[in-house]
């Protein structure tokens, strides 16, 4: 039996249009996978932490010493 849930019936309508979905159950289903792949982005980005940037560090020499010569 699937779950009776109380979802807003125009925001459902709406998400379903921008979506360009059929049905409403396809809209649910497209949202939760959408909303569980933002989600394990985020954990994925927090686990990598930050890193400091070399305040010495000059991109431009970086680019031209990694340029092949002519």
């Given at each position: 039996?699937?779950p009776?849930?109380?979802?807003?019936?125009?925001?459902?309508?709406?998400?379903?249009?921008?979506?360009?979905?059929?049905?409403?159950?396809?809209?649910?289903?497209v949202?939760?996978?959408?909303?569980?792949?933002?989600?394990?982005?985020?954990?994925?980005?927090?686990?990598?932490?930050?890193?400091?940037?070399?305040?010495?560090?000059?991109?431009?020499?970086?680019?031209?010493?990694?340029?092949?010569?002519?």
């Amino acid at each position: 039996m699937p779950p009776n849930l109380g979802i807003d019936d125009s925001l459902l309508e709406k998400a379903r249009r921008i979506g360009k979905l059929r049905t409403k159950n396809e809209t649910v289903t497209v949202a939760l996978e959408e909303f569980i792949q933002r989600r394990r982005q985020r954990q994925l980005l927090k686990s990598l932490g930050t890193f400091d940037f070399r305040k010495d560090w000059d991109h431009k020499k970086d680019r031209r010493d990694r340029e092949p010569r002519r």
